[in-house]
């Protein structure tokens, strides 16, 4: 028997399985409600995704600000008044008192920028995309 | 954009998922396919609606992530399907390792359907059937899977996914050809 033969051999079979298929699928009821449980998983998704690309920019960024630190010479001259510090709540005045780091506000701006967007962006984005 | 209109295409919507992870238009398309997946996920669960529900679920989230990897919005049903039948594997996997909880869950009345004459006919063609004959053939009829996506979705070469259908088809045709043959109760594998 040749291949051609027996797909016409068994050709009622196929008729017998598509009919049978298609009827036992017409009696699945359509559940409107799954697209509204889909859609608040997909959501949930999107949010943590938009979190966890947040955090890798927000980390990919305070890299590229510790490089210009250290690169930039200053690094010494950090460490030094850190080091000539109390720490806790007086770091803050003392970095303003300090010419070295807190003056200047091109470490300033370096420093904190990468901070604020590790910080906000995700709650910004999060709920946009809520 | 009214999303909920026949002229507002599989492709169309996927453009839009794709171009601004537009949620609304892939709630529309899992309002289109629900249904199909759904009475394709059945057929591999053998009737545990919860187990279905669930399964749909994953299927549709698995497919917002991967939806750029569907090549063709023509047949997105298949591609669906096709993603179905993994979850229902990874499913089928875990219940293996988890064997004894399920089983006693599956003992429950309430998760089971009340199974049509179409299911039960369908139940009784393929009870002949080995595992992955089975297999083979729900995922062609009841999901609409091409013989070569078949042989991507079972890791198969393309030869064996055509020879098993034949196979099966050939052995349904067999043990159903004559009006003497009784009834066989539905023992296959390939299901929950």
């Known amino acids: ?17 598509d009919s049978l298929f298609a009827a036992a699928a017409e009696q699945v009821a359509p559940d409107p409600a799954l697209a509204g449980r889909v859609l608040d998983r997909v959501r949930a998704y999107e949010r943590a995704r938009t979190r966890v690309m947040g955090l890798a920019v927000g980390v990919g960024l305070s890299l590229m600000a510790l490089s210009v630190v250290v690169f930039s010479g200053r690094w010494s001259a950090l460490m030094t008044t850190l080091a000539q510090s109390r720490p806790g709540p007086r770091l803050l005045s003392w970095l303003a008192e300090s010419g070295a780091v807190a003056l200047d506000p091109t470490m300033l701006v370096t420093l904190m920028t990468p901070l604020a967007v590790l910080i906000l962006w995700p709650l910004l984005s999060g709920s946009r995309t809520a | 954009m009214a999303l909920a209109t026949p002229e507002v295409t599989d492709a169309r ?10 949620t609304r238009a892939f709630s529309e398309l899992v309002r289109r396919h629900e249904q199909g997946v759904r009475a394709f996920l059945r057929q591999l ?38 993603i179905a ?29 009340e199974p049509d004459p179409a299911s039960l006919e369908l139940d009784r063609l393929l009870g002949v059937l080995s595992p992955s004959e089975r297999t083979a053939i729900v995922l062609s009829h009841g999901g609409g899977l091409s013989h070569s ?17 034949a196979r099966g088809k050939a052995r349904i045709q067999a043990a159903f050809a004559t009006p003497a043959e009784p009834s066989m109760s539905a023992t296959g594998a390939g299901g929950c």
């Open chain 1, 1 to 17: 028997m040749t291949p051609m033969d027996n797909d016409r051999a068994l050709a009622p079979i196929d008729t017998q399985l």
């Open chain 2, 13 to 22: 919507l996927m453009a839009a998922v794709l171009a601004q992870r537009d």
């Open chain 2, 149 to 165: 996506e078949i042989a991507d979705a079972l890791e198969l070469p393309l030869g064996t996914v055509k020879s098993l259908i």
């Open chain 2, 45 to 82: 669960c053998r009737g545990r609606l919860d187990l279905v529900d669930d399964l749909a679920q994953e299927t549709f989230l698995k497919a917002f992530q991967r939806l750029h990897q569907a090549r063709d919005g023509a047949r997105l049903r298949q591609w669906f399907n096709g």
């Open chain 2, 85 to 113: 039948y993994r979850e229902f594997l990874m499913w089928q996997r875990a219940a293996k390792r988890y064997g004894e909880v399920l089983d006693e869950v599956a003992r429950q009345p309430e998760a089971l359907h």
